[in-house]
């Protein structure tokens, strides 16, 4: 499990701001304040991470202030800016990447399957029983296409029919952190063709294991992430 316990969220109300990223951004300074009387955080870290509160900034962390900083850390970027998140909890193949004012994104298998307190938000996923996610991106040898549901808010599109296509696109090397990771790069077509709406996500996917190092996801009409594992919480193989 994460050294943290996720921050608390009770806080959050439907009108906080429209912009996704400015809560994202938040997010860092305000959980490095609240974590400094349990760990050995200096000011200036504190005062470095100020600067990600800027709207559009990009946030671009060393290896040395990845390493320095006790939780597990995931990078988000979007076109207005990026932010780092925390791993605030772990529920079986769940994993909750928190933010301040409410922000929430969760994965399953390295995917967005839910997020809360953004501009829109995924509300949910309906996935096929025999899901390619779980069964592991790295085992693909040929497209394969399956159908999903999705509820996206706000406009209550709920259980909105998505056809999607994984394709591989062969090894590719990615670099996160200074450090190499040789990769097999997977490509997701989704189509709802009675809304006009397609779009591509691509995944970048450890041979080994399948564990996904760094992905680009539409969550929801318009909003797309781009997702890099700087401390990743990977479970132990057997």
């Known amino acids: 499990m994460p050294p943290y316990p996720p921050p608390d969220t009770a806080r959050a109300t439907a009108s906080a701001s429209r912009s996704v990223w400015r809560h994202l951004l938040l997010a860092w300074p305000l959980l490095l304040l609240g974590l400094q009387g349990c760990n050995d955080l200096t000011r200036s870290s504190v005062d470095a991470v100020k600067l990600a509160m800027q709207r559009g900034h990009t946030v671009q962390p060393s290896a040395a202030e990845v390493a ?77 296409s399956y159908r999903l549901g999705k509820d996206w808010s706000p406009g ?3 259980g909105v029919p998505i056809d999607a296509t994984l394709t591989p696109a062969g090894p590719e090397r990615i670099s996160i952190l200074g450090n190499n990771h040789d990769v097999l790069r997977v490509d997701e077509q989704l189509s709802a063709p009675a809304l006009h709406y397609r779009a591509t996500n691509h995944y970048w996917v450890d041979p080994g294991d399948g564990f996904i190092w760094k992905s680009e996801q539409q969550v929801a009409p318009g909003l797309s992430l781009q997702l890099v594992q700087l401390r990743p919480y990977r479970e132990r193989q057997p």
């Open 156 to 158: 209550y599109r709920y």
């Open 68 to 144: 320095a900083k006790p939780y597990y850390q995931l990078q988000a970027t979007s076109p207005d800016g990026s932010a780092v998140l925390i791993l605030g909890n772990v529920d079986g193949q769940r994993q909750a990447w928190y933010g301040a004012h409410g922000v929430v994104i969760f994965l399953e298998h390295g995917r967005v399957v839910q997020t809360a307190g953004l501009g829109q938000n995924l509300d949910g996923l309906q996935l096929p029983a025999d899901d390619p996610f779980a069964r592991g991106l790295q085992a693909l040898t040929a497209p394969v």
